[in-house]
C-alpha cells in the first residue's frame, strides 16, 4: 500500500493539474492569429500602447479587468510530475510575416501537441524582445511563442525562450536571412523548409499556468507552457529584431491566485 499510494496520488494530481488548466481555457471563437488582430490599432507605446488596450476596443476589456493575464514573473508554487510535453511536429516552409508588432511564421499544417486527451494544433509562432514572462524577476533575451489551438478554440502556447552567446542559431539565421522587412508583408519560400523541434532546447521541463494572450484581445484561458531552458542565439541576431521591433512586449501582469506548475 504505501508503494502505492503516492503514485497514486502523484498521478491524479498531474492529471487534475492538466485538466485545471484545459478546463480554464475557455471556448472562444478567436483563431490562433487572434494574437495578432489587424482590425484595432494597438502599440506598445504611447497612446495606443498597453495601459490603454482596454478603451481601444469593447472587445479589449479583459485586458485591463481580467485576474488571469500574461506576462507574469515565472516562480513556481508547486512542483508536480508533470507529463513529458507530447510534441508531434513535422517540418514546414518559410512563411513569415511582418504584421507591424512582430515577425511571425504561420506554420504547415499537420503538427500538433497532445495535453490531457486533447490535440492541439501548431498554427503559428512569433517572437518578442526580451522574453515577455520573466524568471525569477529576470528577462531573457528573446523568446518565441508557438501558438497551438484545439478544434474547440482552446489555445496553448509554449514559450521558448532565448539567452545571448557567442554562436548565431543555425535555424533562426535561416529565418533571419528572409525576414521581411515592412510592415504587411509577407515572404514565402518553399525551398527553406526546418522543424520547429529542432530549434527547441534537449531538456522539455516546463512551467504550465493558465494565463491569456499577451496583445490583445488578452483573450483569458490560455494554457501557457513556459520551457524551462533557453536557447542561444548571437547578439547579432537579437539586434536585428529590436532594431525592426525595438518594444514589443507588454508588461509583467499579477499572478493574483494562480499556481505557477513546475516539472521537477
Ligand atoms: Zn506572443
Given at each position: 500500500?504505501?508503494?502505492?499510494?503516492?503514485?497514486?496520488?502523484?498521478?491524479?494530481i498531474t492529471i487534475s493539474a492538466h485538466t485545471q488548466a484545459a478546463?480554464?481555457?475557455?471556448?472562444?471563437?478567436?483563431?490562433?492569429?487572434?494574437?495578432?488582430?489587424?482590425?484595432?490599432?494597438?502599440?506598445?507605446?504611447?497612446?495606443?500602447?498597453?495601459?490603454?488596450?482596454?478603451?481601444?476596443?469593447?472587445?479589449?476589456?479583459?485586458?485591463?479587468?481580467?485576474?488571469?493575464?500574461?506576462?507574469?514573473?515565472?516562480?513556481?508554487?508547486?512542483?508536480?510530475?508533470?507529463?513529458?510535453?507530447?510534441?508531434?511536429?513535422?517540418?514546414?516552409?518559410?512563411?513569415?510575416?511582418?504584421?507591424?508588432?512582430?515577425?511571425?511564421?504561420?506554420?504547415?499544417?499537420?503538427?500538433?501537441?497532445?495535453?490531457?486527451?486533447?490535440?492541439?494544433?501548431?498554427?503559428?509562432?512569433?517572437?518578442?524582445?526580451?522574453?515577455?514572462?520573466?524568471?525569477?524577476?529576470?528577462?531573457?533575451?528573446?523568446?518565441?511563442?508557438?501558438?497551438?489551438?484545439?478544434?474547440?478554440?482552446?489555445?496553448?502556447?509554449?514559450?521558448?525562450?532565448?539567452h545571448m552567446g557567442p554562436k548565431p542559431h543555425a535555424i533562426l539565421?535561416?529565418?533571419?536571412?528572409?525576414?521581411?522587412?515592412?510592415?504587411?508583408?509577407?515572404?514565402?519560400?518553399?525551398?527553406?523548409?526546418?522543424?520547429?523541434?529542432?530549434?527547441?532546447?534537449?531538456?522539455?521541463?516546463?512551467?504550465?499556468?493558465?494565463?491569456?494572450?499577451?496583445?490583445?484581445?488578452?483573450?483569458?484561458?490560455?494554457?501557457?507552457?513556459?520551457?524551462?531552458?533557453?536557447?542561444?542565439?548571437?547578439?547579432?541576431?537579437?539586434?536585428?529584431?529590436i532594431s525592426m521591433f525595438p518594444t514589443n512586449i507588454r508588461p509583467?501582469?499579477?499572478?493574483?491566485?494562480?499556481?505557477?506548475?513546475?516539472?521537477?
Amino acid at each position: 500500500m504505501h508503494r502505492i499510494l503516492p503514485i497514486l496520488f502523484f498521478s491524479m494530481i498531474t492529471i487534475s493539474a492538466h485538466t485545471q488548466a484545459a478546463e480554464e481555457a475557455s471556448t472562444n471563437s478567436e483563431t490562433a492569429d487572434a494574437e495578432t488582430p489587424s482590425s484595432s490599432q494597438w502599440s506598445y507605446t504611447g497612446n495606443t500602447g498597453p495601459e490603454h488596450w482596454s478603451q481601444l476596443h469593447q472587445n479589449y476589456k479583459v485586458c485591463e479587468y481580467g485576474d488571469k493575464q500574461s506576462p507574469i514573473n515565472i516562480r513556481a508554487t508547486r512542483t508536480l510530475e508533470l507529463p513529458e510535453l507530447k510534441l508531434n511536429y513535422v517540418s514546414s516552409k518559410l512563411n513569415l510575416t511582418n504584421n507591424g508588432h512582430t515577425i511571425q511564421q504561420a506554420y504547415d499544417q499537420g503538427s500538433y501537441m497532445i495535453l490531457g486527451k486533447t490535440r492541439f494544433n501548431l498554427m503559428q509562432f512569433h517572437f518578442h524582445s526580451p522574453s515577455e514572462h520573466t524568471f525569477l524577476g529576470k528577462y531573457r533575451a528573446m523568446v518565441a511563442h508557438l501558438v497551438h489551438e484545439a478544434d474547440n478554440g482552446r489555445l496553448a502556447i509554449i514559450a521558448m525562450t532565448m539567452h545571448m552567446g557567442p554562436k548565431p542559431h543555425a535555424i533562426l539565421q535561416s529565418l533571419w536571412d528572409k525576414m521581411p522587412t515592412k510592415a504587411n508583408q509577407t515572404v514565402v519560400d518553399n525551398k527553406v523548409k526546418f522543424n520547429i523541434i529542432d530549434m527547441m532546447p534537449w531538456d522539455k521541463g516546463y512551467f504550465l499556468y493558465s494565463g491569456s494572450l499577451s496583445e490583445p484581445p488578452c483573450t483569458e484561458g490560455v494554457t501557457w507552457l513556459v520551457l524551462k531552458e533557453s536557447i542561444e542565439v548571437s547578439p547579432d541576431q537579437v539586434n536585428k529584431f529590436i532594431s525592426m521591433f525595438p518594444t514589443n512586449i507588454r508588461p509583467l501582469q499579477a499572478q493574483n491566485n494562480r499556481f505557477i506548475n513546475a516539472t521537477h
